[in-house]
């Protein structure tokens, strides 16, 4: 069974930064990603960011590239995303999700995640 567990989340004042991560345990198959996706009030999910895994791509949602950045640590299982100059327009509940056998055209495909973590709330305001 997988498990996504997210961390990190909080309040933080426009123009500041935040680190969330994602710890992923169980699963079997060398071919993952790892997703973030964000979800604000009264808002469909939005792609966030994903890194692959064994081969370690990354992409990102058209408008966060440049301010989040994705990262990972093999030996904890743990996805990190590094989240600079936020603003308002950031708050929400983040999710990490994990997809088996993703391809450069599912990656930011909510439907093609099977796991998805509980959330974690972040809060941005002046």
């Known amino acids: 069974q997988v498990q996504l567990v997210e961390s990190g989340g909080g309040w933080v004042q426009t123009g500041g930064s935040l680190r969330l991560s994602c710890a992923v345990s169980?699963?079997?198959?060398?071919?993952?990603?790892v997703a973030w996706f964000r979800q604000a009030p009264g808002k469909e999910h939005e792609f966030v960011a994903a890194i692959r895994r064994p081969n370690g791509a990354t992409y990102y949602g058209d408008s966060l590239k440049g301010r989040f950045t994705l990262s990972r640590d093999n030996a904890k299982n743990t996805v990190y995303l590094q989240m600079n100059s936020l603003g308002p327009e950031d708050t929400g509940v983040y999710y990490c999700a994990r997809q088996s056998n993703p391809s450069a055209s599912t990656i930011s495909d909510k439907y093609r995640y099977d796991y998805w973590g509980q959330g974690t709330q972040v809060t941005v305001s002046s």
């Open positions: 169980g699963g079997t198959g060398n071919s993952y990603a």
